[in-house]
């Protein structure tokens, strides 16, 4: 039961989001662009919930805990010249260089976001388009791999 006027406790129903940015509900693909899309900008992370926070959809006054296979956004593009991610959910913000590492279950690019609202980061996994955007930055001058960020250089970390 919901605490009076508050609204009823979180937990999962069903909707799981893939390593590879796929929807699935109770094991049934969501197939419709337009709702995937609804679902992508929807996903927000709530701290203040449990131990290690949650992840949920929000859509409009719903609002439904998700599970997630490896991460809950996904960096859609990389642009070099400013060192910004476009992220899954309609935000941007600066890479992170250093939080850049592989996933161990593919070796896709993933990278730490909204340290704002944890201290750690959240994890976000690049789409094919955007880790070949990054890829494309990067340049060795000699001290090793970095990113050629505008007029700046970053070295890379051992990925």
């Known amino acids: 039961m919901a605490a009076a006027g508050g609204p009823p406790p979180l937990r999962p129903f069903g909707l799981v989001l893939h390593h590879d940015g796929r929807w699935t509900h109770e094991g049934v693909p969501v197939s419709n662009a337009r709702l995937r899309r609804a ?12 131990e290690e926070g949650v992840y949920v959809v929000q859509l409009g006054r719903f609002r439904g805990q ?14 070099a010249a400013s060192g910004r991610l476009a992220l899954s959910d309609g935000s941007e913000e600066p890479l992170d260089v250093g939080s850049l590492h592989t996933s161990p279950r ?19 996994r ?19 791999p ?7 250089f970053a070295p890379l970390p051992e990925l």
């Open 39 to 50: 679902f992508d900008r929807a996903v927000r992370f709530l701290p203040e919930e449990g």
């Open 66 to 79: 998700i599970e997630l296979e490896e991460a809950g956004f996904f960096v859609r593009s990389f642009d």
């Open 106 to 124: 593919d070796g896709a690019l993933l990278c730490r976001v909204k340290r704002d609202l944890s201290a750690a980061g959240l994890l976000a």
């Open 126 to 144: 690049f789409h094919h388009a955007a880790q070949a955007e990054l890829l494309n930055a990067v340049e060795d001058r000699g001290t090793g």
């Open 146 to 152: 970095g990113l050629a960020l505008g007029s700046g």
